[in-house]
């Protein structure tokens, strides 16, 4: 019943329209001095523009901030110049790892605070700088906490490249020989304020389509790799409908987002490619590929045999649905259907994804959110720290996603 109404929830998320959502709150209790240094954390972020791949300034920025705050911190050198940060308090191994991504997607749009509508908006205000900031201010505040202030050595932050263009900072972390092993890993993206329950899976793919080109006179001639790929599109649009789904996630969709092919209308097309986006509602990469390559064998054969190919590029993302922790009491849950670092981190950990902010403003011009879904954020992730703290670590191997599916 609750994976029902969850499902219901995405459903129900999926059909408003984008706009900045008001917060459940238009008040909070964070504290005069506290709301003050977020918002100028947060401001200074976003200023500095940090478009996936150019992240050394804003990085250079917040170690500096993090080490005046009494953080250790550490880079990790992803790529040249581009790096992770990681920052902890007086011991290296630490339970718990609080994460977000300090990568943005193009294009950059700069940062403003209207005062009247108390609307902070700008490139990366939301995805996910609001996070950054709300996490770290979160973490600082535990030191004057009662309850919470032998938390505070406990806890590792961990600011990560590449979030939006494949997840290459959190993988790097990931496969890091000298990165400590947690039990609690609390992630920050927009998700409205509530702890999301899972994510769907990716496969991300393209096909190739090969001919030969000839004069479109004399099509018999050649081969048409157009036709080799109208013939594929529509096998995999009729295959669309029927890919696994589950209750928790809904169906799996399949999204054309580029095709290419040909160079004149009057000539028979060599070449023709499509790249293409599954999200996944259930099953795995493998199956989905199974499914794909048994519905287009047989045009494959007859583009052989015509002296033409049918090729799949499977190096693409790919992972199944990931199921996150979601067992706190307090908080909204829903799932989500974008891709997050999530999976890109190994380990038998807890994990929780929580941030800020709407999705649906993420990657648009109008990226913005209230300076009070900014300051609850900060209690928000006390709150979330505090109870993750008590929960029993995980078993080994229990991470391990469940492989049950429906057809
Ligand atoms: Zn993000």
């Not at 953080?71 to 990681?86: H, M």
């Not at 496969?175 to 890993?185: E, F, G, L, S, T």
């Not at 389509?209 to 599109?233: F, Q």
Request: aromatic share 8%; net charge negative; hydrophobic share 40%.
């Amino acid at each position: 019943m609750l994976l029902q109404n969850l499902s219901l929830l995405a459903l129900a998320l999926g059909s408003y329209a984008a706009s900045v959502r008001p917060a459940s709150s238009e008040v909070t209790t964070l504290d005069a001095s506290t709301s003050k240094e977020l918002l100028a954390l947060h401001k200074k972020l976003v200023d500095i523009e940090s478009i996936s791949e150019n992240e050394l300034e804003v990085g250079i920025w917040l170690a500096s901030y993090l080490k005046d705050n009494g953080f250790t911190v550490e880079r990790q050198e992803v790529a040249k110049d581009r790096y992770n940060i990681l920052a902890y308090g007086s011991k290296r191994d630490t339970t718990i790892l609080l994460s977000s991504h300090i990568d943005t997607v193009p294009p950059y749009w700069p940062y403003y605070y209207n005062k009247t509508t108390d609307v902070i908006g700008g490139r990366g205000s939301v995805d996910a700088k609001a996070s950054v900031a709300a996490q770290i201010l979160a973490v600082m505040g535990l030191k004057e906490e009662g309850e919470a202030k032998f938390l505070r050595d406990d806890i590792s932050l961990l600011f990560v490249v590449g979030e939006e263009a494949g997840g290459e900072g959190m993988k790097a972390f990931s496969a890091w020989d000298k990165r400590p092993q947690y039990d609690i890993v609390i992630f920050g993206e927009p998700t409205e304020g509530k702890l999301v329950c899972g994510h769907k899976g990716i496969l991300g793919f393209e096909i190739h389509a090969t001919g030969k080109a000839a004069h479109s006179g004399y099509p018999w001639l050649g081969v048409s790799a157009n036709d080799i790929m109208a013939e594929t599109l529509a096998v995999l649009l009729e295959l669309r409908q029927h890919l696994p789904w589950s209750e928790k996630y809904g169906n799996t969709t399949m999204n054309f987002g580029r095709i290419q092919g040909g160079v004149a209308a009057n000539v028979v097309a060599e070449t023709s490619s499509a790249k293409i986006a599954t999200r996944l509602a259930a099953g795995t990469p493998k199956i989905i590929q199974g499914l794909i390559l048994n519905a287009t064998k047989e045009i494959k054969a007859r583009a052989q045999k015509d002296g033409g190919d049918l090729e799949f590029d499977w190096s693409g993302n790919g992972y199944p649905p990931v199921d996150i922790d979601c067992d706190i009491e307090g908080f909204e849950k829903l799932t989500v259907n974008y891709g997050t670092d999530v999976p890109n981190l190994e380990g038998d950990h807890r994990r929780y994804l929580y941030g800020p902010g709407n999705i649906f403003v993420a990657h648009s011009d109008h990226e913005a959110l209230k300076r009070t879904e900014l300051e609850q954020a900060v209690l928000d992730y006390r709150r979330l720290i505090l109870q993750a703290s008590k929960m029993e670590p995980k078993q080994q191997g229990a991470g391990k996603g469940s492989e049950q599916f429906e057809l």
